[in-house]
Structures are given as C-alpha cells and as structure tokens.
C-alpha cells in the first residue's frame, strides 16, 4: 500500500501522510488481531496527523485490506474526519481478494462518491505489474 501511496504521490506532485497507529500489530498475533478487529469494525488509536484534509479539493486514499475489509486506521481517519473531506479517490491493496470490498466500505463510512477507485494484489505490487491499473487510475483523477 506505501508502495503505490507513493508512487501516486509522486505522479500527482501531492502531499502524503502515513497513518500511524499506535497499536503493536507485528507478528502472527498481531496480524490474526488486525483481522479481527477489522471485521468487528473497530478504531485504532492514530498518531496526530500533519495535514487537515478540509484543506484539500481532493484526498486519495488507501488501505491494505484486514481480513477483505478496510484497515482499523484508516476505519478511524474516515471516522474522524467526516464531512471535512471534499472529494476522495480511493485505493486497496490485497492478497488475492478483498479490496473492492474494503473500497465499498471506504465510501461508505466516508459518505462519498470516489472518483477513482483501484484495487491491486500484493503480487502485482510487488512484481511491478501494476502500472497500467494506476495510470488508468491516475487518468481519472486529472
């Protein structure tokens, strides 16, 4: 997700923050915890955030996916930040399924229609084999 999170980044000339959590999720523990807690919906205790999105015409967002759902930190950035957010596009990373799933949940909580959505495995991340998607993507978005 940092990957692609930069790369548009980069492409776009835009700010980026990363979403920190203040939650331990390393290790099979923390990855079958991650799980759970996102299918229970629940809201991760954040870092403070740099940027205001109300001060931004458009915020591009995205996720891992926990379980085929959005991850709990982003669950609490969406929450926290409702109606200070203009216009979203958003983005997901998973393993073999989920993403649009937890696409379809980011517009739900975030009451937004994106104007761009993305969905990519982890191998074509990892593998470089998602550059047509992204400028597809990016298309939409200039």
């Known amino acids: 997700t940092k990957k ?3 790369q548009i980044a980069s492409e776009l000339d835009a ?17 079958l915890k991650s799980g759970r807690e996102a ?12 940027y205001k999105p109300a001060e931004y015409d458009l915020i591009i967002i995205g996720t891992p996916t926990w379980a085929a759902a959005m991850a709990c930190p982003l669950r609490t ?17 998973h393993g073999s399924s989920g993403g649009e799933n937890a696409i379809r949940q980011m517009a ?14 982890t191998r074509e991340v ?17």
């Open 39 to 50: 299918i229970q919906k629940k809201l991760a205790v954040l870092q403070p955030q740099k």
């Open 4 to 6: 692609i999170a930069l």
């Open 126 to 142: 990892l593998k470089d084999m998602a550059n047509e998607k992204l400028q597809t993507f990016l298309a939409r978005l200039k």
């Open 108 to 121: 739900k909580l975030s009451n937004l229609e994106p104007r761009a959505e993305l969905a990519l495995t």
């Open 15 to 31: 700010d980026i923050e990363e979403l920190i959590d203040t939650d331990a999720r390393l290790g099979a523990w923390g990855y």
């Open 77 to 93: 950035y969406l929450s926290s930040n409702q109606g200070a957010i203009k216009a979203v596009a958003f983005f997901a990373t």
